[in-house]
T-cell receptor, first 113, second 113 residues
Framework: EAQVTQNPRYLITVTGKKLTVTCSQN?????MSWYRQDPGLGLRQIYY???????DKGDVPEGYKVSRKEKRNFPLILESPSPNQTSLYFC????????????FGEGSRLTVL | AQSVAQPEDQVNVAEGNPLTVKCTYS??????LFWYVQYPNRGLQFLLK??????LVKGSYGFEAEFNKSQTSFHLKKPSALVSDSALYFC???????????FGAGTRLAVHP
């Protein structure tokens, strides 16, 4: 089954404790992206990647890092989480060819205390 | 700068009645337009897209959307609403070739029995 898998789905952590949210897709998509969803703001792009070892900032990259060492994986790293990073995070992927739609993971709800 | 506006936070409709969820956009080039739906505790799912051609686009679950270039709108419609259509709907726009999707804030659709 074609899917984007995120882990963990739910996480409560404390300020400053490094964490990683993993994302993996099994569709051989070149493009992967991370979004955060906040009430009233819709989805805002954090980082995206056009292919292995190619990443770029989205609209709200501050406080986040990503890496793309393999085509299928695109982890989101919060080196020193802060309460304003409490949010619902989505990973998504798609082909670069044409105008394909994004495939989304189920989301990761992060709470930073 | 690209932007997407969904002017209604919530749309209420009775089951069996037609529904419309509004979306207007601002983009410098020829827009690629998308609608996504989010059910509770799930990731976003693709509904339909407009790239070029016929202004009326048909998508999943009986939804359709009408592209209106002069009004820069891309409203989502369905002739007869179902209670199961209740969800959060997002409009998104992309400048062709930039691989950057901008989402609206979302509209919550509530279909009452």
């Amino acid at each position: 089954e074609a899917q984007v898998t995120q882990n963990p789905r739910y996480l409560i952590t404390v300020t400053g404790k490094k964490l990683t949210v993993t994302c993996s897709q099994n569709m051989n998509h070149e493009y992967m992206s991370w979004y955060r969803q906040d009430p009233g703001l819709g989805l805002r792009q954090i980082y995206y990647s056009m292919n292995v070892e190619v990443t770029d900032k989205g609209d709200v990259p501050e406080g986040y890092k990503v890496s793309r060492k393999e085509k299928r994986n695109f982890p989101l790293i919060l080196e020193s989480p802060s309460p304003n990073q409490t949010s619902l995070y989505f990973c998504a992927s798609r082909n670069l060819e044409g105008t394909g739609e994004l495939f989304f993971g189920e989301g990761s709800r992060l709470t930073v205390l | 700068a690209q932007s997407v506006a969904q002017p209604e936070d919530q749309v209420n409709v009775a089951e069996g009645n037609p529904l419309t969820v509004k979306c207007t956009y601002s983009v410098s080039g020829n827009p690629y337009l998308f609608w996504y739906v989010q059910y509770p505790n799930r990731g976003l799912q693709f509904l339909l897209k407009y790239i070029t051609g016929d202004n009326l686009v048909k998508g999943s679950y009986g939804f359709e959307a009408e592209f209106n270039k002069s009004q820069t709108s891309f409203h989502l419609k369905k002739p007869s609403a179902l209670v199961s259509d209740s969800a959060l709907y997002f409009c998104a726009v992309e400048d062709g070739g930039y691989n950057k999707l901008i989402f609206g804030a979302g509209t919550r659709l509530a279909v009452h029995p």
